[in-house]
């Protein structure tokens, strides 16, 4: 039998929904290369809108991974299926990087004074967006039983709580704390500091860590509960 980490990748469906996300990142670099004013062609520019993009994706390949876990049915190790969602999202965020890099540096436009600013930074905290892309799609795929609606959760939930934050003044700098949009705009902008890497990792707690634990705690009440009736 094949290991979570096997499966993250290792199957043709999912080789295929990686493929597609990476070509759709840079047809969307390459357009935008195309299209912006020569200010606004810098890596953090590109990064910004391509990793945003590939991130909405990312989340699916941890939902199929806890799928996994359901189809083999009755209660098993849930840490390795979670773990292993790390591996399509370091993929695509490395190779997300690689794209920018590349179009960026291939590109016969003019480009802006310092394209490269903030570059390192800008690398790793692509990868880390697209962790906590994963980590968001096991969390919500242990916590419901419909893939479908467990992919449509990643994105409206994450955006509602952005939303809500942002339309009250006074909550406003919450967004940075409690929501991965509001610190994907500072990793990706490479403008970090102390203070905001304090709030991913905050984010991280909460939407990695924090949503996986509950996921796990529900299914393992479900699988008790499955157990029971079995017995009875």
């Known amino acids: 039998m094949r290991t979570p980490l096997q499966r993250a990748i290792g199957t043709r469906a999912r080789r295929w929904l990686l493929a597609g996300t990476l070509l759709a990142g840079l ?19 590109l990064s910004d809108t391509v990793q945003s993009l ?15 876990l359901r189809r083999a049915g009755g209660p098993g190790p849930v840490l390795p299926s979670v773990l292993a969602v790390g591996l399509p999202a370091v993929v695509i965020g490395v190779v997300g990087v690689l794209i920018c890099a590349a179009t960026l540096a291939l590109t016969p436009a003019d480009v802006a004074d310092d394209p490269w600013r903030h570059a390192g930074t800008i690398a790793v ?3 880390l967006v697209q962790i906590v892309a994963g980590l968001v799609g096991t969390g919500l795929g242990l916590l419901l039983r419909s893939t479908v609606v467990a992919f449509l959760a990643t994105i409206v939930l994450p955006l509602s709580l952005f939303a809500l934050l942002g339309g009250v003044d006074a ?18 902008s490479g403008d970090m500091s102390v ?9 991280l707690l909460i939407w990695g860590v924090g949503l996986n634990a ?19």
Do not use: E, K, N
């Open 27 to 45: 047809l969307v670099a390459v357009a935008l290369v195309a299209a912006a004013a020569p200010a606004d062609r810098t890596f953090a520019a």
């Open 54 to 68: 590939m991130s909405v994706v990312t989340p699916l390949f941890g939902i199929l991974l806890v799928h996994d």
């Open 125 to 127: 905290g692509s990868v």
């Open 171 to 188: 909550l406003r700098p919450a967004q940075a704390w409690l929501t991965p949009f509001g610190s994907v705009r500072y990793l990706l």
């Open 195 to 203: 203070l905001r890497w304090v709030q991913w990792l905050c984010v």
């Open 214 to 232: 509950a996921g796990t705690a529900v299914l393992s009440r479900r699988d008790q509960a499955s157990g029971s009736i079995s017995a009875g």
